[in-house]
């Protein structure tokens, strides 16, 4: 049953469409999580809140962007019935609570009497994470709260989608690009050596990754000869390393 409502905001509603449009136009994924975070807050008053991302393998909860919540709540995982998200993750409906330590396992105690709300977010039936907020008396959340933060969840499950899909296009292309330059380079007629430091610059530049080593085998050594490297280990390690395959 939902506890009455608390402290009226009559704006919350007419500020919904305003709110839903400006995550909309976002297509990074973390960003956008924030983005959603924060507009949330403001809209319900809240003093905190999280959004974490399900991992359908490992059956967890991480949270992918927290606001106004202890060090240590970004990027922590929730088992069922562990926290606020471990509770969204058991039920799989709206969770609205007067105290957040009539939760079963609070995350963090010292919030305990603050009110929560979260509910899940899903997209065609699959659970894609949770969306939740809270704050200190004499704040209350009520009815018409809940409503809001699913109709927002609702936009917000739409957003996370088409940010992943994004982002899974993005890593095509930058894959096909690499192809494409270390093609060019193989054909290019180079020493082996040159020929590996500019494809170690190249999965650097295009792939993003900070430190990149592309290691030879020495057969009869028995061992690995890293000479070509990218990124950060090309700036900070100027010698060849033989490490033994064992």
Known sequence: MLPPPGP????????????????????????????????????????HGAVGLYDDGLGLVRVAASRGLPQGELGRSFAPGQGLAGEVLRRRTAVVLERYDQLPAPAWPELGDHAVVAVPLVRHGRLLG?????????????????????????????????????????????????IARVGQIITAGLELDELLQRAADAVHELLGYPSVDIPLVDAAAR?????????????????EDRLPIE
């Open 8 to 47: 009226s905001r009559p704006d919350a509603r007419e500020k919904l469409p305003a709110v839903i449009e400006a995550i909309g136009g976002e297509l990074e994924l973390e960003p956008l999580l924030q983005r959603v975070l924060d507009e949330a807050c403001g809209l319900l008053g809240a003093s």
């Open 130 to 178: 949770f969306f939740g907020l809270g704050g200190p008396p004499p704040l209350r959340f009520g009815p018409e709260d809940v409503q809001a933060l699913e109709q927002l969840a609702r936009h917000a499950a739409v957003a996370v989608e088409n940010a992943r899909l994004y982002a899974q296009e993005r890593r095509r292309t930058e894959r096909l690009a690499l």
């Open 223 to 239: 061992e690995l000869v890293v000479r070509a490297r990218g990124g950060l280990y090309k700036q900070l390690i100027r010698h």
